[in-house]
Each structure stands twice: as C-alpha cells, then as structure tokens.
C-alpha cells in the first residue's frame, strides 16, 4: 500500500510539476528513481516533523501541493499543532500519508501504533481523512487528492493486501461502497483493512444471505446521509475498526445517526480498547485479542 | 558593542509617536491587548513596509511581492498599526481590534485581513512557513523575491524553531531574513530568568546563517540591515535589540505591559501621557 501511494505520488509528479514529494528520513532507498529524475520535486529532510508540516504549508501556500510521509503518529501526535494551524486553518492542499496505520506496528510499541489517528485527524476541519482497504485503492485516492483543494490524511495499511476494491458498488457516493446483497438483515461498516475481515464474515454466512459490508475509505461522513439508509432498520449493525472505541468511525456514525434521529439500539462495534497496548506481537495477534476474527464477529452478529 | 543601552537611549520620531498612538488607541478601545511587544517591534515593521518590502497596499496579492511572516503573532497590534497607516485598510478599522467579527484579532488571520501572509499565534511556526515559501519561490525561479519572518526572543525556546534552522541552512535559502526582536523580556519576565538563551547571534552563526546585530529601534540601521539583495551567500539573521514597550515610559521593559486582559481608560489616558 506504501509503495503503491509513493509510486503513485512519483508518477503524478512527472506530469505536474506543482507536486512535491516530502519524506522525513525514510528508508533507504525511498523513491530513489524519483530523488534522480526530478530533483527539484523530491525532499528527504530531516527527523523533524513539526518542521516539515510547516515547511509543506510554505510550498502549498505558493501552488505546490506536497505529500508527506512518515509514520502516522509522528504527523497525528508530534505535529498536530502545525497540522491545525499550518495547514488546516489556511486549507491548504498538503497531503499527509501515515505509515503503519492501526496496530501494523504492535512489535515496536505503542509510540508506534496509530491507535488514535482518525480521532485527531477527524477532529480538524477542513482535513478528510483516508483509510483505503487495498493497493488499487489507494492509489485511487492519492489521485483524487491531487485536485481536490484542502489537506487530508491518507492511513497505510501494512501492505500486500489481497485487491478487493474492485469487487465493490458504489452507493450514492463514491466513498461508500457495498459488497453483498442490500436485503440481508445485517450489516458490517468497515474502513480500511479491516473490511477484508468483514468479507471473511460476510462470506462464512453468505448461504443464509444474512450480512452484507458496506466499506467506507473516507470517514468524513457529514454530508453522506445515504450511509444511514443502509443502517437504519437492519436486525444488527457492527462497525469495525482499527482504532480506539473514541473518535473513530464508530463515534462519527453514532454521532450522525442522534442527529438525525435514528434509532441506535442495533448499533455495536468492534475496536481496539479504549487504553495504551503494551502486549506487542504482531498486528494478527491484536485482531485475535481484540475480537477482530471471524468467529468473534459472527458470533457478535447472533448468526 | 552594546546595543541594548543604545536602544533604551533611540528617540522616538513624529511619526514613531503617531504609530504608538495608533496601537494604544486600539487596545484601549479593545480593553485589552499586547502592547509591549508591538512597540517593540514598531520601528522594524514600519520601516519593512515603507521602505523595504516590495509590495502594493493596493495589490495585496501582487505576483512581485515579498513576503513578511509575523512568527509572533501576539505582536498584532503593531502590524496593524503599520498595515493600516501605509493603505491596507482604512485606520477607522484599528477601532474595532479584537470586537466581535471584526477582521482585526488578537493574533494576525491571514483570510480576514489584506497584507496578513500567514495565521499566526502559536508560537515557533513561522519560521518553518517561511522556509516553505523560500524554497518555493526559488523552485519557481523567483529568485527575486525575499522572505521575512519576524520572530520573538522568548518564542526561541520553542524547539521547531531549531528544526527550522537546520533546513534554512541545508537549502542555502539565499532570499531568507529572520528577524530576532530581542527586547530580553517574556510574559513571566527577564529573559533569561525564564529561560537562559544566550549568545543567539553566536548560535545562529553557528547554524550557518549570515548574523548581524542591530538597534532595532534605529531607522537608519534597519533599514541598513533588512534591505538586502537575494542570491547572495546565506540565509541572513538580523538580532534586532529592541525595548519591550519602546517609547512609552512606564511600558518600557515590563512584563506587566506584555499582555493585559482588562485596560481601563485610566491606564490608556497614562500610557497616551507616557509617550515621549
């Protein structure tokens, strides 16, 4: 998904000249092809977020719209401030890209982990926030947001995800995409890479028609009332993501539903918990400790 | 050679007074406001907008301009004082400083008012903007034009600020000026009682710019100073020696006139009967 998202950065710059590649001393080897061939596009500075989210809203305050990457707390966490103020206060088109989304970096600790990132970035106006399921996806979004004026974060997953995107419809608005048969009686909302999780589910009950996934690679849900269409009246409607129970999808969509009056009761998620993880292992191991597998979720839904 | 007493003992000119009118009139119809610290900065930013800059009062968004970034945002007062005496907008608008849905705030907003090139407020951003737009303007072969960003000695403290550093140097940002306004004072009190910095022209030095020290309170130095030609050697640091609440007597070098939530007319008639 990184790789996918930088290429596609690379690429988009060849042909614009306006876009900007800023990296904060990432691996070696990052985007050297690009570091040759359009030197003038490309910046690897040093470990200094707080300076580098600054200086990308200089470049975009005079028509230059910058990527940059590093690990996603790093930009949520370290630099929210420069984020807020740099940034989203003047709208200006910098476009954040966060390695290690969600638990993808549970080894090295939670300074590591991107346990809160949708909260922080989904707390800042003017910010849309990403969190694309695949490799296809992704590079969709890096794509759209070359265009589109404001600043978003786009969250990485850990790569070498299955394609699944393709295989979805769109519902009523692009950011809202459905896998399954509208008539089932419950629903699964996902974001991320959480929803080839939610396929698996959808799948080990496909006979009975009983679920269908509704992924969502955009949280921002203000103005997408169509969502809540496919909420309201369903038996059970699980969100699942990869993130603390706060300030995530599950917030946003509860949030929205009160306002507009619809009943919650069949509303339930599954998350990360609302605390610091200090278990390590790997991303697998949280999903199997945190209720994120099969049989869990089925047996969440009453199936 | 010891600026500071020089900076202390720098008469204040006509049009000086006129300034310092302006920005005590606006806090005190406000009730409120940072008046040491745009004082302090009067004379750096009158004589950047009147005599440095290029730029058009008229055409706030001229292709040409230099740009000036005010890091310490809480120095609005004087910024105003100084847009609106040379044509931004219209001096009668000063009276609305800091009242509901004017376009003067406490800190400079960038959408609200013409000649505001950037938000500012939280301390230890600007310059890191500024290194941004140098970058840009000689990406885009606009080697002309140059970059201010006036900064706070206080504001020092802020770690971004040395981050920021670092890359002004890395990328030779020929057509970059920091400004220091270093008046020796903060919000608590002395400088270095707060937070020993000492020797910034040293430091700066030392992180490759081209440092130099001035009265910052001195039209003919300033001027001297800030008016350079880009394209040439290192990014430039100016170390202004200035006097936190210059030119009126009881302000001058207190950290009680930093920031006041409550001024009453009382105090407003003193500081008035206080410039000299």
């Not at chain 1, 009943?263 to 209720?291: A, M």
Request: contains cysteine; charged residues 20%; glycine residues 10%.
């Amino acid at each position: 998904m990184r790789k996918a998202a930088l290429n596609t950065v690379y690429n988009l710059a060849r042909s614009n000249s306006k876009i900007i590649f800023i990296g904060s001393d990432l691996g070696h080897g990052t985007l050297v092809e690009m570091q040759k061939e359009l030197p003038n596009q490309f910046f690897m500075e040093g470990i200094s977020e707080q300076h580098i989210v600054g200086f990308a809203a200089g470049l975009a305050k005079e028509g230059f719209i910058p990527y940059i990457n590093t690990i996603a707390n790093f930009f949520t966490r370290r630099a929210l401030d420069q984020i807020i103020v740099d940034v989203a206060l003047h709208n200006l088109p910098v476009k954040f890209l966060g390695s290690g989304g969600g638990m993808v970096y549970a080894p090295l600790g939670p300074t590591h982990t991107a346990t809160d990132d949708f909260a922080h970035m989904l707390a800042v106006p003017n910010m849309n926030v990403f969190s694309p399921c695949d490799a296809n996806e992704m590079e969709m979004i890096v794509i759209d947001e070359s265009v589109r004026s404001g600043p978003s974060y786009i969250r990485f997953g850990k790569g070498g995800e299955k394609i699944i995107s393709n295989d979805f419809n769109t519902y009523k608005s692009s950011y809202i995409k459905i896998l399954g048969d509208l008539n089932s009686e419950n629903v699964i909302i996902s974001t991320g890479v959480l929803t080839h999780l939610a396929i698996e589910v959808m799948k080990s009950m496909e006979t009975s028609l009983k679920c269908f996934v509704v992924h969502l690679p955009k949280l921002n849900l203000l103005k997408e009332t169509s969502l809540y269409e496919v909420i309201e009246g369903r038996k059970k409607a699980i969100i699942i993501e990869e993130h603390q129970p706060i300030g995530g999808l599950f917030t946003q969509v509860l949030h929205h539903l009160q306002g507009k009056n619809i009943d919650t009761r069949n509303l339930s998620t599954v998350s990360l918990p609302d605390r610091f993880i200090r278990n390590y292992g790997n991303q697998n191991d949280h999903f199997n400790k945190w209720g994120m597998t099969v049989g869990a979720i089925v047996e969440k839904m009453g199936a | 050679m010891d600026y500071r007493p020089k900076a202390f003992k720098e008469p204040i000119d006509p049009q000086g007074r006129e300034l310092r009118k302006l920005v005590i009139g606006a806090a005190g119809n406000a009730g409120r406001g940072h008046i040491g610290p745009a004082l302090s900065i009067l004379e750096i930013l009158r004589c950047l907008y009147e005599s440095v800059l290029v730029h058009d009062p008229k055409l706030p968004n001229l292709e040409s301009r230099d740009i000036f970034i005010l890091s310490k945002g809480h120095g609005a007062l004087g910024l105003y004082a100084v847009l609106a005496s040379v044509g931004y907008f219209d001096l009668a608008e000063l009276d609305t400083f800091c009242k509901f849905e004017s376009r003067l705030g406490g800190h400079p907003e960038w959408h609200n008012l013409p000649g505001i090139e950037f938000s500012t407020g939280s301390l230890g951003h600007g310059l890191a903007v500024a290194v941004g737009i140098a970058v840009a303007l000689l990406n885009k072969q606009q080697n002309s034009r140059r970059v201010y960003v006036l900064i706070g000695d206080g504001e020092l403290a802020e770690g971004a600020i040395w981050e920021s550093l670092l890359h002004a140097t890395k990328h030779k940002l020929n057509n970059l000026c920091l400004i220091i306004d270093f008046n020796n004072m903060q919000a608590n009190g002395i400088l270095d009682k707060v937070l020993e910095i000492k020797n910034i022209p040293q430091k700066l030095t030392s992180f490759g710019f081209e440092t130099f020290e001035i009265n910052g309170h001195s039209i003919n130095e300033i001027k001297s100073a800030l008016d350079f030609e880009p394209g040439k050697g290192k990014p430039l640091a100016i170390v202004a020696h200035t006097i936190k609440g210059k030119g009126v007597r009881i302000a001058e070098n207190s950290p009680e006139w930093h920031h006041k939530a409550k001024i009453s007319k009382e105090e407003v008639e003193l500081l008035l009967e206080n410039i000299y």
